[in-house]
């Protein structure tokens, strides 16, 4: 039985704690593509704006190259350390400078850190009056950063907002993992993944996400702002694993979100529009933090 297809996808972000140390996210980015081209897997880049805006060709190679651009915000900050003001202000100069850059309609939109969380739902609203039509940005799940439990694991519509394609977890005894990003996917055993895929619903999205750092092993340790010093040690375990483990995935890109099942979805009719097993999920049904 053929394991079920995994959507690629690439954050790419500069988490230098002081601009002082070398600019390693370039090298590491190509060679990240470079890796996509030789084992021909399309995939979705979310970009940092200031990142995009200081290094544009790193944009301009990945579109080039067939892969979707998204943005990752314009800072790599958590959506609870902004404002709306300034969350609104970022969305629309990060997609507006995407898309001059690559040339496409840049409809996704990532959090940094799945930082969509109850204290964030503010966001939701603006990132579709931004322009994107979908996000990848919930963790439906208790987590030691950011996570959102008692949302849907499957592909959903926020009321008044964007489709969600909530991360991938894996239920075990007393926990649930993102079994297929970053961290987790580096140094998780290979049989978990296995077990996740294996259990994987038919409707879920399932994909994958990494970061150029993680291609990165001879990058000196230096702790990341917002996620503290053991959460920092963690990011930079094993990371010469991650080429090895990089081969998991599908060549696979988003689900067409112009096929029938993903129709163009307005406020006034998204109820009779969306398909079975894709529903609408308002603020109200979710629950709370860390429940």
Do not use: K
Not at 59 to 74: D, F, I, N
Not at 156 to 180: H, S, T
Not at 194 to 213: F, I, N, T
Request: proline fraction near 12%; include cysteine; hydrophobic fraction near 40%.
């Amino acid at each position: 039985m053929m394991p079920p297809a995994v959507t690629v996808t690439v954050d790419v972000e500069d988490l230098r704690p002081t601009p002082d140390l070398p600019e390693r996210v370039v090298e590491m980015t190509h060679r990240v593509l470079d890796l996509l081209a030789e084992t021909g897997h399309r995939a979705s880049v979310f970009m940092v704006g200031e990142l995009a805006e200081r290094r544009p060709n790193l944009v301009r190679r990945a579109a080039a190259e067939g892969h979707e651009v998204g943005l990752h915000s314009w800072r790599h900050v958590p959506i609870p350390t902004q404002s709306p003001d300034e969350f609104d202000h970022d969305l629309r100069r990060g997609r507006a400078l995407l898309q001059d850059l690559s040339g496409q309609a840049v409809e996704g939109y990532r959090a940094p850190m799945m930082s969509l969380v109850p204290a964030s739902a503010w966001a939701i609203p603006l990132v579709t009056e931004a322009g994107f039509t979908y996000s990848s940005s919930v963790l439906p799940g208790p987590s030691p950063l950011y996570g959102w439990p008692g949302l849907p694991r499957r592909p959903f519509r926020w009321a008044g907002g964007p489709i969600e394609l909530p991360c991938p977890l894996v239920r075990l005894p007393g926990i649930d993992l993102p079994y297929l990003g970053g961290t987790y996917l580096r140094l998780l055993p290979s049989a978990l993944r296995r077990l996740g895929l294996r259990r994987a619903d038919p409707d879920e999205v399932l994909w994958a996400y990494c970061h150029p750092w993680e291609f990165d092993p001879d990058e000196a340790f230096h702790p990341h702002d917002h996620i503290g010093m053991l959460a920092s040690r963690i990011a930079w375990l094993r990371r010469s694993r991650w080429s090895a483990r990089s081969g998991v995935c599908s060549p696979t890109r988003w689900p067409d979100r112009s096929a029938s099942q993903w129709p163009t979805w307005t406020p006034t009719r998204f109820r009779s529009s969306i398909p079975p097993g894709v529903p609408t999920w308002g603020l109200q049904r979710a629950g709370p933090m860390g429940g």
